[in-house]
């Protein structure tokens, strides 16, 4: 019989929010979700199969909430006042199941890349001949080959934020912060209480689901990156690919936390390593309208032009060539006063942010 994991699996009382944890069976239970605290919950245990490897975490909760204010304070639009208003809910520290693929693709590939060429053309009545550069397509092919290894979600319940699914479906495969599956890993010993979710899907349903079109993504843009700089159309790919196995199964580490800004819910994400982020944030109405009403200046401007065609009729061609003139000098100052208004009010926010975040610690 393959060696399983026993997890402790608590339905919250009060959201009915299913709590699954690596944690010893414990007399107290407060859900991560609603935050009620369960006195002596009815406590179930839940066996699944031992992950093969395990990502560590090398961030801890200060980390998180350091990414979290980063993030805060350079994200444009978010109001000044976000550190003062900010109500954030408890933080989420969590293994998920992943299933690791990894392997070899080939790619062989069509397309038509643009060149020019110079042709002689006559005049249409055969009494002058010039130069004349047209852009033409000629056929390539190629091939393109490489190794591939990420993670895909290895859970399909309901127990999962939305915003946490879309987050870690399908993600990149860290080997240098990967260990071989120790319990000692995960921390419990210290106090530790990591969530995770138990293993629910096989490996060959989530290689259908996302590993096979991530492949071939992969393949094609690798392809495509041969061709940088060129003008393509046409461009075909066909892909073909060598597992070295089926998906092994590994836990990856993530932390997530909702926060609440007048009364709107928002939510930041970030993944164990420290790498990679996901965020929602409040919008500052005031920015966005002043931004709009730079913008708006800038388009008034630029459809001024008009006006030389109306001098054209109305006085001269020398005055429609000077209204023309002056029109495009005027653009080029306009836009470059409104994005000049734009960059300091956005970069003034920003520092107002970064001063009501340094006032935290």
Known sequence: MAETLELQQVVC?????????????????ECPYCHN????????????????????????????????????????????????????????KAYLPMFLYEGRYQSSWSCKVAYETNEVRASSDGT????????????????????????????????????????????????????EYDPGLLGIDKGDSPMTMALDTDSDLVW????????????????????????????RASNSYDLKHSGRYVLAPFWFVYYTYNNEKHYFIMDGLGENNAMSTPISSDEVAFVNSKEKVK???????????????????????????????????????????????????????RAGAARLN
């Open 208 to 235: 259908n689901k996302y590993g096979d079109g991530l492949v071939n993504e992969m393949a094609a843009e690798n392809a495509r990156q041969q061709l940088s700089g060129e003008e393509i159309k046409d461009f």
């Open 13 to 29: 009382p009060s959201c009915k929010q299913v709590i699954t944890s690596f944690s010893p069976f414990q007399a107290e239970v």
């Open 299 to 353: 388009k008034i401007v630029k459809w001024m032009w008009p006006l030389a065609v109306l001098m054209l009729f109305i006085a001269n061609f020398t005055v429609a060539i000077i209204t023309l003139v002056v029109w495009f000098i005027a653009k080029l100052i306009v836009n470059k006063m409104m994005d000049k208004q734009i960059r300091e009010r956005l970069d003034q926010s920003r520092e107002t942010r």
């Open 128 to 179: 002058k001949v010039k130069n004349k550069t047209v852009k033409k397509w000629a056929p390539h092919t190629g091939t393109s080959q490489g190794n591939f290894a990420f993670l895909c979600l290895a859970y399909e319940g309901k127990d999962i934020p939305d915003e946490l699914r879309t987050f870690s479906a399908q993600f990149p495969y860290n080997t240098m912060a990967s260990k």
């Open 37 to 92: 605290r369960a006195f002596n919950p009815l406590i179930t245990a839940k066996k699944v199969p031992v992950p093969e490897r395990l990502i560590v975490f090398r961030t801890n909760e200060k980390d998180f909430e350091q990414s979290l204010i980063n993030n805060l304070v350079e994200a444009d639009y978010v109001p000044t006042d976000i550190f003062e208003a900010i109500n954030p809910g408890n933080v989420i």
